[in-house]
């Protein structure tokens, strides 16, 4: 089965490259968006064996940095 | 007395040599190569250094694949009996992502990678990285990083300035560091991470020698021991 691990930059924590984004944005022309914020998406493909506490551990000891980001974990049907 | 210290190699590392040869120079030993998949370091080593770069290409976060190597265990473990750890650049975003020092580095607040010599200002003078210098002495010394944005909470960063943990700072902004910082100690002393790299500065060939006092500070410490 498929899981999808979001990472987020946590509140306050500056993110220059969605600024860089932000700005290029408005390149584009296009007004009113406020602010942008960049994470990432880690995919894995798992045996459906493979718990939530086993999921919740990798997230929290390697996917994210606690110290700077969050995580959600999402489960996609097969 | 002999020396005996020991280069970490990650798959990346790009400043490993400068960090042997620096050792070697100032002590008059060569330092143990060890590469990141040796789970074990040698006995009675008396320095650790992590030495700057892009290990693992920097995948995922810098610093993120080092800190889970094994031979990271080993230097957690020698780290935690009171051994010296110096992490310069890449090494100090390991130290972090390793759990042996607080906080983390972000991304350069300017999105530039940064590489240019700059004046550090010493704050903590009682360190055995930094006894050598005198406190608020300021010192030439070169940064090249991408990733050196010092980031901790503020309840993290008021304890760390308590506690006399902030071994140096930037006399100007560089990256947009928290309150400037640009190297930190951990709270028993025998760990400090700092993105400027001393080892390039040890010879006047090298542009100047104010990186050498940290290194004969180490070396004079263990012998006062």
Redesign the interface.
Known sequence: MKVRVYVSLKNG??D??GR?IHHAIEGLGIEGVRDVRAGKMIELEVEPGVTDAQLEEMASK??A?M??ENYRIERLAA | MTFRSAVITFPGSNCDRDMADALEKVSGTAPHRIWHGDADLPADLDFIALPGGFSYGDY??SG?MAA?SPVMQAVIAAANRGVPVLGVCNGFQVL??AGLL???L??????NFVCREVVLTVSNSQSLFTAGYSAGQEILIPVAHHDG?Y??DDATLDRLEGEGRVAFRYAEDVN?SARRIAGVLNAAGNVLGMMPHPERMIEPEQGGTDGRAMFESAIEALASV
Request: no cysteine; charged share 15%; net charge positive.
């Open positions: 924590v500056l220059p490259q860089a390697l996917l940095n110290v700077i | 995922l976060r993120a889970r972090t992502e607080p906080g983390a972000l991304r350069n607040a300017g999105m944005n980031f901790a947009g």
